[in-house]
Nanobody, 117 residues
Framework: QVQLVESGGGLVQPGGSLRLSCAGS????????MGWYRQAPGKQRELVAA???????RYADSVKGRFTISRDNAKNTVYLQMNSLKPEDTAVYYC???????????WGQGTQVTVSS
């Protein structure tokens, strides 16, 4: 089935930027909504940003205005542009694909983002 691989994480200073990529195999067609989640130590996984098959987006209040989610269906790739990063953004970021027909979820392995001076 669908396999997702995240990349682009790393160590960045506060105020810096990173761009995460999520490459899918098996295609992320119109039946999938895509999202980025993150999980910090001791905390539950939370939705950061989501994008529908037609490009509608939504964001967590904590990242609104700083993060931008986008998708390129031809490349089977979803992106998360992160600007003005804060220490509280530190977490493992996971890519998610949700099948709207069968209500199935697929997850990537995660990529670490650390914001520290």
């Amino acid at each position: 089935q669908v396999q997702l691989v995240e990349s682009g994480g790393g160590l960045v200073q506060p105020g810096g930027s990173l761009r995460l990529s999520c490459a899918g195999s098996g295609s992320i067609s119109s039946m999938y909504a895509m999202g980025w989640y993150r999980q910090a130590p001791g905390k539950q996984r939370e939705l950061v940003a989501a994008i529908s098959s037609v490009g509608s987006t939504r964001y967590a209040d904590s990242v609104k205005g700083r993060f931008t989610i986008s998708r390129d269906n031809a490349k089977n790739t979803v992106y998360l542009q992160m600007n003005s990063l804060k220490p509280e953004d530190t977490a493992v970021y996971y890519c998610n694909a949700h099948n709207l027909v069968y209500n199935d979820d697929y997850w990537g392995q995660g990529t670490q983002v650390t914001v520290s001076s």
